[in-house]
């Protein structure tokens, strides 16, 4: 069938070509355009390969959801273009693409002469594996454990990404009133100044103070109010 | 559809090229989205097999691999935000602490502990550590 050859040439291409593009890139957020482009195009792959719903959930869940979060990072973290690279680190560049060719020689070697003795497999007249009512019958039957156990990560990746995004207020006193090096040891350890052990804030607050005070570390500098983090 | 070899191809280019960008970028969020790359030209090979062989398996395992590549993606941004607050900079290079000599965080939050100094007097182990 020469139609899903010049498909499959189609959007091979055009899957490789945004691949380099985004490798390519200086700028993060041309590379998350790019990578967008790849994902597009293997959904189209997916649709050749007679599996529609696949190619649906990679528009909705890669595309649709983790893409629009990664560009979300991008512009709240306002991300620059990549600088120069230090010169310490100018062989990357080389090696990786030296390697890469390696390995692609290799796996067209495997692909093409490695395996001659044994015919290619014949795409099947009637592809049924790739409908929903399969995906679906297989996921709740066969695979219905995996399918749980998928929920329960899914629970564990919210609570650390609730953890990790939450503010840690220390407690009974603002940043801004946070006493500089001499203050009185009341911002973290508490109101005593007893500094609990695993209190890793008061401790490093604590040895910041020390080292302050004999003149190996310079003071902070103070934020402006407007600034404020609020951490 | 075109011949399996094909496919498997493009997806182990497709890989490749991942894992230049992973080698080669500096910017922990392009590493990100190289990784990115990399998962999905896994997926290509197991729709692949999976459509030529009849099996249903190729197809749940990609339904699972995308969605541990969600949690992956929510819980690694997360990580990277939480860098970038202490370090204000998104430069794998700069982000070596756990190195003896590495910069440590610094910002508003107040006097940080720097971990590139002595140890104060009076606490000093009684062993070096080598790292």
Known sequence: MPWTILFFIIFGGMAVGCALSMVAQRNPLYSAVSLIGVFVALACLYLTLAS???????????AGAIMVLVVFVIMLLNAEEEARRPYRLKFL???????????????????????????????????????TASVGTGLFTEYLLPFEVTSVLILMALVGAITLAR??????M?????????????????????????????????????????????????????EEEGE | ????????????????????????????????????????????????????????????????????????????????????RNRESLNVDEASVLKLDGRGGGGGRGPTYNPGLSPPAGRRPPFTIYV
């Not at chain 1, 080389?94 to 001659?116: D, H, R, S």
């Open chain 2, 1 to 84: 559809m075109a011949p399996l070899n094909w496919y498997l191809a493009l997806s182990a280019v497709l890989f490749t090229i991942g894992v230049v960008g992973v080698i080669t970028k500096r910017n922990v969020i392009a590493m990100f989205m190289c990784i990115e790359l990399m998962l999905n030209a896994v997926n290509l090979t197991f729709v692949a097999f999976s459509t030529y062989f009849g099996d249903v398996t190729g197809q749940l395992f990609v339904f699972i691999v995308m969605t541990v590549a969600a949690a992956e993606a929510a819980v690694g941004l997360g990580i990277i935000i939480a860098i970038f």
């Open chain 1, 52 to 62: 529609p719903f696949i190619a649906a959930v990679q528009i909705i869940v890669y």
């Open chain 1, 174 to 226: 603002a940043d801004e009133d946070l006493a500089v090096a001499g203050g009185p040891a009341e911002d973290a350890a508490g109101g005593d100044g007893i500094i609990r052990p695993g209190d890793t804030e008061a401790t490093g607050q604590a040895m910041a103070r020390e080292q302050i005070a004999r003149g190996e570390a310079a003071a902070p500098a103070r934020r402006d109010e407007d």
């Open chain 1, 167 to 172: 503010r840690t207020q220390v407690l009974g």
């Open chain 1, 93 to 131: 560049i080389p090696a990786a693409v030296g390697m890469a060719t390696v390995l692609i020689a290799e796996a067209a070697f495997m692909l093409t002469v490695g395996g001659a003795s044994r015919p290619d497999p014949q795409p099947p007249l009637v592809a049924e594996v790739g409908l």
